[in-house]
Protein backbone atom coordinates (compact mmCIF):
# COMPACT_ATOMS: atom_id res chain seq x y z
CA UNK A 1 0.00 0.00 0.00
CA UNK A 2 1.24 3.34 -0.33
CA UNK A 3 2.94 5.14 2.17
CA UNK A 4 1.36 6.56 5.59
CA UNK A 5 3.03 10.12 4.66
CA UNK A 6 0.90 9.98 1.69
CA UNK A 7 -2.38 8.83 2.92
CA UNK A 8 -1.99 10.80 5.51
CA UNK A 9 -1.98 14.25 3.78
CA UNK A 10 1.70 15.33 2.87
CA UNK A 11 4.56 13.66 0.69
CA UNK A 12 6.09 10.35 0.99
CA UNK A 13 7.80 7.97 -1.07
CA UNK A 14 5.55 5.40 -2.89
CA UNK A 15 6.85 1.60 -3.56
CA UNK A 16 6.14 -0.05 -6.65
CA UNK A 17 3.34 -2.48 -4.89
CA UNK A 18 1.62 1.25 -3.60
CA UNK A 19 1.41 2.68 -7.06
CA UNK A 20 0.33 -1.05 -8.74
CA UNK A 21 -2.33 -0.71 -5.45
CA UNK A 22 -3.30 3.58 -5.84
CA UNK A 23 -7.22 4.22 -5.30
CA UNK A 24 -9.05 4.77 -8.92
CA UNK A 25 -8.73 8.65 -7.89
CA UNK A 26 -5.79 8.82 -7.90
CA UNK A 27 -3.55 10.79 -10.63
CA UNK A 28 0.63 9.60 -11.83
CA UNK A 29 2.68 12.01 -13.37
CA UNK A 30 5.79 11.62 -15.32
CA UNK A 31 8.45 14.10 -14.81
CA UNK A 32 11.01 12.89 -17.58
CA UNK A 33 11.91 13.82 -20.42
CA UNK A 34 9.23 13.71 -23.04
CA UNK A 35 11.28 11.58 -25.63
CA UNK A 36 11.61 9.21 -22.59
CA UNK A 37 8.18 8.85 -21.72
CA UNK A 38 6.93 8.18 -25.30
CA UNK A 39 9.29 5.23 -25.05
CA UNK A 40 7.41 3.53 -22.00
CA UNK A 41 5.69 4.64 -19.27
CA UNK A 42 3.60 3.76 -16.05
CA UNK A 43 0.03 3.18 -17.45
CA UNK A 44 -2.42 6.25 -17.46
CA UNK A 45 0.69 8.56 -16.46
CA UNK A 46 0.29 11.61 -17.79
CA UNK A 47 3.65 13.93 -18.88
CA UNK A 48 4.38 17.02 -16.83
CA UNK A 49 7.61 19.06 -17.93
CA UNK A 50 8.59 21.23 -15.10
CA UNK A 51 9.91 23.78 -17.54
CA UNK A 52 6.08 24.65 -18.39
CA UNK A 53 5.68 25.85 -14.84
CA UNK A 54 8.29 28.63 -15.04
CA UNK A 55 8.06 32.29 -14.80
CA UNK A 56 10.28 31.79 -18.16
CA UNK A 57 11.23 28.56 -20.13
CA UNK A 58 14.82 27.91 -20.26
CA UNK A 59 16.15 27.80 -23.74
CA UNK A 60 18.26 29.16 -26.42
CA UNK A 61 15.39 31.62 -27.40
CA UNK A 62 14.96 32.84 -24.25
CA UNK A 63 18.99 32.72 -23.28
CA UNK A 64 19.22 35.34 -26.25
CA UNK A 65 15.78 37.32 -25.58
CA UNK A 66 14.90 36.62 -21.79
CA UNK A 67 16.07 36.85 -18.65
CA UNK A 68 17.76 33.68 -17.60
CA UNK A 69 17.56 34.25 -13.69
CA UNK A 70 13.88 33.99 -14.57
CA UNK A 71 14.19 30.59 -15.48
CA UNK A 72 14.21 28.50 -12.40
CA UNK A 73 11.73 30.70 -10.56
CA UNK A 74 7.96 29.17 -10.15
CA UNK A 75 5.02 30.74 -12.71
CA UNK A 76 3.96 34.26 -10.64
CA UNK A 77 0.54 34.05 -12.30
CA UNK A 78 -0.92 31.75 -10.70
CA UNK A 79 -4.24 31.35 -12.69
CA UNK A 80 -2.57 29.44 -15.78
CA UNK A 81 -1.00 27.20 -12.95
CA UNK A 82 -4.15 26.27 -11.49
CA UNK A 83 -6.29 25.53 -14.92
CA UNK A 84 -2.79 23.05 -15.71
CA UNK A 85 -3.79 21.50 -12.75
CA UNK A 86 -7.34 21.07 -13.19
CA UNK A 87 -6.71 19.74 -16.51
CA UNK A 88 -4.86 17.39 -15.01
CA UNK A 89 -7.72 16.28 -13.53
CA UNK A 90 -6.27 17.06 -10.18
CA UNK A 91 -8.20 18.18 -6.97
CA UNK A 92 -6.15 19.32 -3.85
CA UNK A 93 -6.37 16.17 -2.00
CA UNK A 94 -6.36 13.72 -4.80
CA UNK A 95 -3.75 11.35 -4.54
CA UNK A 96 -0.66 11.63 -6.86
CA UNK A 97 2.59 9.89 -7.59
CA UNK A 98 5.40 11.33 -9.82
CA UNK A 99 7.52 9.37 -11.64
CA UNK A 100 11.53 10.05 -12.51
CA UNK A 101 14.51 8.55 -13.28
CA UNK A 102 17.68 8.00 -10.97
CA UNK A 103 19.68 8.66 -14.53
CA UNK A 104 17.71 12.47 -14.47
CA UNK A 105 17.80 15.66 -12.74
CA UNK A 106 15.80 15.28 -10.16
CA UNK A 107 12.98 15.99 -12.26
CA UNK A 108 10.37 14.07 -9.99
CA UNK A 109 11.46 16.41 -7.09
CA UNK A 110 10.59 19.86 -8.91
CA UNK A 111 7.58 18.38 -10.14
CA UNK A 112 6.35 17.28 -6.81
CA UNK A 113 7.68 20.79 -5.28
CA UNK A 114 5.44 22.53 -7.60
CA UNK A 115 2.79 20.58 -6.44
CA UNK A 116 3.18 20.92 -3.23
CA UNK A 117 3.70 24.27 -3.06
CA UNK A 118 0.44 25.37 -4.79
CA UNK A 119 -1.41 23.07 -2.57
CA UNK A 120 -1.50 19.85 -3.32
CA UNK A 121 -1.97 17.78 0.08
CA UNK A 122 -1.15 13.74 -1.26
CA UNK A 123 1.97 13.41 -3.04
CA UNK A 124 4.53 10.93 -3.33
CA UNK A 125 7.95 9.82 -5.39
CA UNK A 126 7.92 6.52 -6.54
CA UNK A 127 11.12 4.93 -5.24
CA UNK A 128 13.08 3.75 -7.87
CA UNK A 129 11.85 5.99 -10.76
CA UNK A 130 10.34 3.87 -13.87
CA UNK A 131 13.63 1.85 -14.35
CA UNK A 132 12.48 0.26 -11.13
CA UNK A 133 8.93 -0.23 -12.55
CA UNK A 134 9.89 -1.55 -15.89
CA UNK A 135 12.15 -3.62 -13.64
CA UNK A 136 9.49 -5.21 -11.63
CA UNK A 137 7.99 -6.80 -14.74
CA UNK A 138 5.15 -4.23 -14.46
CA UNK A 139 2.78 -3.18 -17.35
CA UNK A 140 4.59 -0.55 -19.45
CA UNK A 141 2.27 1.99 -21.78
CA UNK A 142 3.86 3.65 -24.79
CA UNK A 143 0.59 5.07 -26.22
CA UNK A 144 -0.83 8.83 -24.15
CA UNK A 145 -3.89 8.22 -22.06
CA UNK A 146 -7.02 10.63 -22.62
CA UNK A 147 -6.40 13.40 -19.85
CA UNK A 148 -8.87 12.72 -16.91
CA UNK A 149 -12.03 14.36 -16.14
CA UNK A 150 -11.12 18.12 -14.98
CA UNK A 151 -10.21 18.64 -11.36
CA UNK A 152 -11.23 21.00 -8.77
CA UNK A 153 -7.97 22.43 -7.99
CA UNK A 154 -7.71 25.41 -6.06
CA UNK A 155 -4.17 26.93 -5.49
CA UNK A 156 -3.52 27.36 -2.03
CA UNK A 157 0.63 28.79 -2.11
CA UNK A 158 2.39 27.42 0.73
CA UNK A 159 5.30 29.50 1.15
CA UNK A 160 7.17 27.63 4.13
CA UNK A 161 8.45 25.26 0.82
CA UNK A 162 9.75 27.68 -1.12
CA UNK A 163 13.11 30.57 -0.38
CA UNK A 164 13.41 33.54 -2.18
CA UNK A 165 16.96 35.21 -2.83
CA UNK A 166 16.45 37.42 -0.21
CA UNK A 167 15.83 34.80 2.61
CA UNK A 168 19.05 33.24 1.07
CA UNK A 169 21.38 36.21 1.72
CA UNK A 170 19.77 36.45 5.14
CA UNK A 171 20.27 32.48 5.74
CA UNK A 172 24.02 33.42 4.31
CA UNK A 173 24.17 36.34 7.08
CA UNK A 174 23.01 34.63 9.91
CA UNK A 175 25.15 31.45 9.28
CA UNK A 176 21.65 29.06 8.53
CA UNK A 177 22.87 25.79 6.16
CA UNK A 178 23.05 25.91 3.08
CA UNK A 179 22.79 22.56 0.73
CA UNK A 180 24.23 22.88 -3.40
CA UNK A 181 22.76 19.86 -5.08
CA UNK A 182 24.67 20.84 -7.92
CA UNK A 183 28.10 18.60 -9.56
CA UNK A 184 31.52 19.08 -7.94
CA UNK A 185 32.76 20.51 -10.79
CA UNK A 186 29.61 23.13 -10.85
CA UNK A 187 30.03 23.79 -7.18
CA UNK A 188 34.09 24.69 -7.69
CA UNK A 189 32.94 26.94 -10.59
CA UNK A 190 34.58 24.50 -12.92
CA UNK A 191 31.46 24.19 -15.13
CA UNK A 192 28.37 26.44 -15.58
CA UNK A 193 25.00 26.35 -17.24
CA UNK A 194 23.20 29.26 -18.48
CA UNK A 195 25.03 30.92 -15.40
CA UNK A 196 26.39 34.18 -15.22
CA UNK A 197 29.50 33.34 -12.79
CA UNK A 198 30.47 30.55 -11.54
CA UNK A 199 31.01 28.96 -8.05
CA UNK A 200 28.99 28.25 -5.32
CA UNK A 201 27.00 30.66 -2.11
CA UNK A 202 30.08 30.62 0.63
CA UNK A 203 29.93 28.04 3.38
CA UNK A 204 27.08 25.94 1.22
CA UNK A 205 27.59 22.52 1.90
CA UNK A 206 28.39 20.24 -1.42
CA UNK A 207 24.87 17.70 -1.64
CA UNK A 208 25.31 16.34 -5.50
CA UNK A 209 22.27 15.25 -6.50
CA UNK A 210 23.64 12.00 -7.98
CA UNK A 211 24.06 10.94 -4.58
CA UNK A 212 20.71 10.95 -3.54
CA UNK A 213 20.15 7.50 -5.15
CA UNK A 214 21.91 4.27 -4.16
CA UNK A 215 22.93 1.61 -6.29
CA UNK A 216 19.73 0.36 -6.80
CA UNK A 217 18.42 3.24 -8.24
CA UNK A 218 15.79 3.60 -5.12
CA UNK A 219 16.29 6.78 -2.63
CA UNK A 220 18.48 7.30 -0.31
CA UNK A 221 17.90 6.17 3.25
CA UNK A 222 17.10 8.30 6.13
CA UNK A 223 20.99 7.59 8.08
CA UNK A 224 22.09 8.07 4.26
CA UNK A 225 20.79 11.17 4.11
CA UNK A 226 21.84 12.54 7.39
CA UNK A 227 25.34 11.54 6.68
CA UNK A 228 24.76 13.59 3.06
CA UNK A 229 23.91 16.64 4.54
CA UNK A 230 25.17 16.85 7.79
CA UNK A 231 22.49 16.62 10.04
CA UNK A 232 22.76 15.43 13.51
CA UNK A 233 19.65 13.11 15.13
CA UNK A 234 18.26 16.23 17.00
CA UNK A 235 19.39 18.94 14.56
CA UNK A 236 18.39 22.78 16.18
CA UNK A 237 17.86 26.24 14.50
CA UNK A 238 16.38 26.99 11.33
CA UNK A 239 15.96 23.90 8.39
CA UNK A 240 18.81 23.89 5.87
CA UNK A 241 17.96 25.92 2.31
CA UNK A 242 18.38 23.88 -0.92
CA UNK A 243 19.61 25.26 -4.45
CA UNK A 244 21.29 24.21 -7.42
CA UNK A 245 21.18 25.54 -10.66
CA UNK A 246 17.97 26.13 -11.02
CA UNK A 247 15.58 24.46 -8.45
CA UNK A 248 15.01 21.33 -9.82
CA UNK A 249 17.97 18.77 -8.34
CA UNK A 250 17.36 20.44 -5.05
CA UNK A 251 13.74 20.05 -4.86
CA UNK A 252 14.06 17.01 -4.87
CA UNK A 253 16.93 17.40 -1.84
CA UNK A 254 14.26 19.37 -0.42
CA UNK A 255 11.31 16.62 -0.58
CA UNK A 256 13.75 13.65 -0.02
CA UNK A 257 14.72 15.89 4.04
CA UNK A 258 10.66 16.01 4.57
CA UNK A 259 10.23 12.70 3.60
CA UNK A 260 13.13 10.32 5.54
CA UNK A 261 13.79 13.12 8.05
CA UNK A 262 10.45 14.60 8.56
CA UNK A 263 12.21 18.48 8.61
CA UNK A 264 10.31 21.13 5.95
CA UNK A 265 13.59 22.32 4.16
CA UNK A 266 12.75 25.50 1.93
CA UNK A 267 14.04 24.99 -1.80
CA UNK A 268 15.17 28.31 -3.44
CA UNK A 269 13.59 28.05 -6.91
CA UNK A 270 15.87 30.79 -8.42
CA UNK A 271 18.82 29.07 -7.84
CA UNK A 272 22.20 30.13 -9.54
CA UNK A 273 20.40 31.50 -12.55
CA UNK A 274 19.01 34.38 -10.39
CA UNK A 275 21.68 34.32 -7.62
CA UNK A 276 24.57 34.68 -10.34
CA UNK A 277 23.15 37.31 -11.82
CA UNK A 278 23.42 39.76 -9.34
CA UNK A 279 26.96 40.97 -9.02
CA UNK A 280 26.20 42.41 -5.09
CA UNK A 281 25.79 38.59 -4.16
CA UNK A 282 29.03 36.37 -3.33
CA UNK A 283 30.00 33.56 -4.61
CA UNK A 284 33.32 31.55 -3.97
CA UNK A 285 35.42 28.69 -5.58
CA UNK A 286 36.79 27.08 -2.94
CA UNK A 287 35.83 24.08 -1.22
CA UNK A 288 35.03 24.13 2.24
CA UNK A 289 31.86 22.10 3.67
CA UNK A 290 32.19 20.02 0.56
CA UNK A 291 31.94 16.11 0.79
Not at 192 to 209: I, N, S, Y
Not at 222 to 233: D, K, S, T
Request: net charge neutral; hydrophobic share 40%.
Amino acid sequence: MLSTALLAGSLGIASIVGVAEMPSNARILDARERSLYDAGHVPGSQHVDWKDWTLEKPGLTSLVTGNPANWGKLLADLAPLEARLRLLGLSNATPVVVVGTPDGWGEEGRVAWNLLVLGAANVALLDGGFPAWKAAGRPVERATPPLPSPGTFTVALRGERRARLEEVAQALRAGRPLLDARSPEEYSGKAMTGQKRGGHVPGARLVPEDRLYRPDGRYVTAGELRALIGLGEKPSGAPPITYCTGGVRSALLSLLIEARLGIVSPNYDGSMWEWSAREDLPLTTSTPGSR
